[in-house]
């Protein structure tokens, strides 16, 4: 929540090496880039990833870290990425940007205020790489900042849409973090253009903002390619409303099932190329009462699936 509130992440397109302080009343941001330039609104996916897979294992009563460990491909599909040699590279470049930002604030998680300066990664390890550049396994270790919001995961966490993945355009999905913060499941919120140009983070100026923000309104309008919010803008507002649609990709709390370890591997080999996690969620959501064998129930909602079609990814 803290990291949709706040200007953490770059909207823009070229790489943004400037410093950059925000403050809110007596709360204060201070984002430092590294060389290669501030942590994007979309390497935040990879926050989003490894987030979604602790709290996947603490809904289980699993034992948790901050180091968490995965498939790249995974991530990849999981986030409607390309899988070639260029999605991995993209994937390199966001880790050390991730890696490279250093956060200095007074924004407190899981009642500990935090002084100190520290990165929205602390380390990551490629554990295994193909000659041809793909990495098979990695590891990634959560800042203790992010760790901590994690743990208190009732008030410091929120569920997003997966077509968050499918919105290309950085302002786009800035817009859709502030309404997902701010309006939630209420009918209405709305924001200043000027206070709403500081939130997002944006360096265009006033008239630009203006522009691009008039531009995804109307396409919005047009298309409701954003998920979950419609906007508008009135009398230098905008002015948003929710589409009553969050419940559709929450958890459902009422059901509780352990899957086998070995399952999950029958399961690629059932949905070559699909996100076997991603799978697990969709399949929990579409169950309605908990089956007598749920590793096979499982099993049988992958198979239907099939192999990946790589033209879903973009």
Not at 129 to 152: C, D, K, P
Request: proline share 4%; charged share 30%.
């Amino acid at each position: 929540m803290a990291s949709m509130e706040h200007p953490i992440f770059s909207v823009g397109t070229r790489p943004d090496t400037n410093i950059r302080r925000y403050e809110n009343g007596e709360t204060f941001v201070e984002v430092t880039p590294s060389v290669k330039g501030l942590a994007t609104v979309h390497d935040r996916d990879v926050l989003i990833f490894c987030i979604s897979q602790i709290i996947a294992a603490l809904n289980e009563e699993k034992p948790v870290s901050s180091t968490v460990r995965f498939k790249a491909f995974d991530l990849l599909v999981s986030t409607n990425r390309g899988t070639d040699g260029r999605g991995y590279e993209q994937l390199r470049a966001a880790l050390e940007r991730l890696s490279g930002t250093r956060i200095v604030t007074n924004i407190t998680t899981d009642d500990v205020e935090i002084l100190d300066g520290f990165g929205l990664i602390d380390r990551f390890r490629i554990v295994r790489e193909t000659r041809e550049g793909r990495m098979l396994a990695m590891e990634i270790t959560l800042s203790q900042w992010v760790f901590n919001a994690i743990r208190e995961k009732g008030g410091e966490i929120l569920t997003i849409s997966r077509d968050y993945f499918r919105l290309r355009r950085p302002l786009e999905r800035r817009l859709y973090e502030l309404a997902r913060k701010h309006c939630g499941r209420n009918d209405r919120w709305a924001f200043k253009i000027d206070t709403l140009r500081e939130r997002t983070g944006s360096t265009s100026t006033p008239k630009e903002f203006a522009r691009m923000l008039r531009e995804i309104v109307d396409a919005n309008n047009a298309h409701g390619h954003i998920p979950d919010y419609d906007f508008d803008i009135e009398d230098h507002l905008l002015v948003i409303r929710s589409r009553g649609t969050l419940a559709n990709h929450e958890d459902q709390p009422g059901i509780r099932i352990s899957l086998r370890p070995e399952t999950y591997q029958n399961a690629r080999d059932l949905a070559p190329g699909w996100d076997v996690y991603q799978l697990e969620m969709d399949w929990r959501g579409w169950m309605k009462s908990p089956p007598k064998n749920p590793d096979q129930a499982f099993l049988g909602f992958c198979r239907k699936r099939g192999p990946y079609q790589a033209s879903m990814s973009i």
